[in-house]
């Protein structure tokens, strides 16, 4: 049987490149950048200033000038005023490039504005700044021209878009989303719409496989299949020859209903494995068409369907999207009570996760009755992964964490 290590080796071995497309940048949140994006001017791209106040000359404040004659304001967005005379000061505004002649500034709360009886308006200066340059953002201290701020690979959120935006990137280059068919099988399963009858029940899986795969970047439709070998076989091609990725849900094991791996070697697919050493999930079959998508044939009890989901096709979904970067490796969480746990597979242990006062991520294991229990789902945050050959892992134990979110 296929250890973990290996069964994950074999996925991300079918890993290709999705093809690119360019769309408008507020289409892009969520996408995966397929070009680098540089900086077209420096970061920022003058002397900014970052406190509202008075811009002056230091070297007066360093000869024991303390009072400073108001001759002007100066706002953000407004072309330059150069202070004529180091005697004299500006008022100043967050934002606004600093004025030639000037190369501090003194926040209003460290200094005193009063009239003159001749009309004239001076400034006194409490608080003497440090140094020059004192609540300067000086240009180009963040990037340069020409840095690269967005690598390829990156995967865009409001913060890499606003960056777009601030170069003038108004169209991107990005990976086109995965195209995935999920897919139900099984006489039990109904539609959501349908009242069950005593012996069904309603198609949940590939609504949650379905929502994880738009969740994960790709783009997904549900299908369904009853266990019938003839549907099986005129149904599987299309999806084949038409899906980035095929996830399949139910009929893999061994029960003489599980039609499925029979199905998918008639249609071409070859197998890379059928079967992997864990719990749950073990019945887990991948495999791969020549001329198409590669193909998750996952145990159709919901925790099984989840927990392979996310440790097996979420990676591949962001491999195929994100093929310039390495694979995410798990966090590390510490397990708050003691597991006993002695068949000789590895184990996706459900947990929830908290954060201790010490920074701890502390992972306390969620009762399951089985890999049927969907509600076990609700309050887990992932899965711990316990190693073979190990039985005993006591509270402190420091183990790989898979997320659901």
């Avoid at 299949?225 to 076989?233: G, H, I, S, V």
């Avoid at 070859?270 to 999930?281: I, K, M």
């Avoid at 887990?284 to 097996?312: E, I, M």
Wanted: glycine share 8%.
């Amino acid at each position: 049987m296929t250890t973990v290590e290996e069964a994950t080796r074999l996925v991300l071995s079918t890993v290709r490149t999705l093809p690119t497309e360019v769309l408008p940048l507020p289409d892009t949140l969520g996408r995966v950048l397929r070009q680098a994006v540089t900086a077209d001017r420096d970061f920022p791209p003058f002397n900014r200033v970052a406190m509202d106040g008075i811009a002056l000359n230091y070297a007066a404040i360093a000869q024991g000038q303390t009072q400073f004659e108001v001759v002007g304001t100066q706002f953000a967005g407004q072309p330059l005023t150069p202070l004529a005379s180091p005697a004299t000061t500006l008022e100043i505004m967050t934002g606004a490039m600093l004025p030639p002649g000037t190369d501090t500034v003194v926040r209003y709360e460290d200094v005193d504005i009063a009239e003159q009886s001749d009309g004239r308006r001076i400034a006194t200066v409490r608080v003497l700044p440090p140094k020059a340059g004192h609540n300067v953002h000086a240009q180009a201290t963040d990037r340069h021209q020409g840095d690269v701020l967005l690598p390829e690979g990156t995967l865009l959120g409001p913060a890499e878009v606003a960056v777009a935006a601030t170069v003038g990137a108004t169209h991107l280059v990005v990976a086109q989303r995965p195209h995935v068919a999920v897919v139900s099988t099984g006489d039990e399963l109904v539609e959501l719409d349908q009242a069950p009858l005593p012996y069904q029940i309603r198609r949940s899986n590939s609504y949650m496989l379905q929502a994880a795969v738009w969740q994960a970047g790709g783009r997904a439709e549900r299908f369904h299949f009853n266990d019938d070998p003839d549907a099986l076989r005129q149904g599987l091609p299309p999806l084949l020859h038409q899906y980035d990725a095929v996830l399949l849900s139910g009929g893999v094991s061994m029960g003489k209903a599980d039609f499925l791996p029979a199905a998918l070697a008639e249609a071409g697919v070859e197998q890379l494995f059928h079967g992997v050493q864990q719990r749950p999930g073990k019945p887990f079959w991948f495999g791969q068409h020549p001329q198409g998508a590669v193909v998750f044939a996952l145990p159709g009890n919901p925790v099984s369907t989840f927990v392979n989901y996310c440790r097996y096709a979420a990676p591949w979904l962001r491999a195929v999207q994100q093929p310039t970067l390495p694979q995410p490796e798990p966090t590390f969480a510490v397990l708050a009570a003691d597991v006993v746990f002695r068949p000789p597979v590895t184990h996706f242990l459900l947990v929830s996760l908290a954060s201790a006062p010490d920074g701890r991520l502390l992972a306390t294991p969620e009762r399951a009755h089985g890999s049927g229990d969907l509600a076990s789902l609700l309050p887990s945050s992932g899965f711990l992964e316990l190693p073979i050959g190990q039985d005993e892992f006591p509270a402190g134990t420091v183990l790989p964490v898979w997320r659901f979110r």
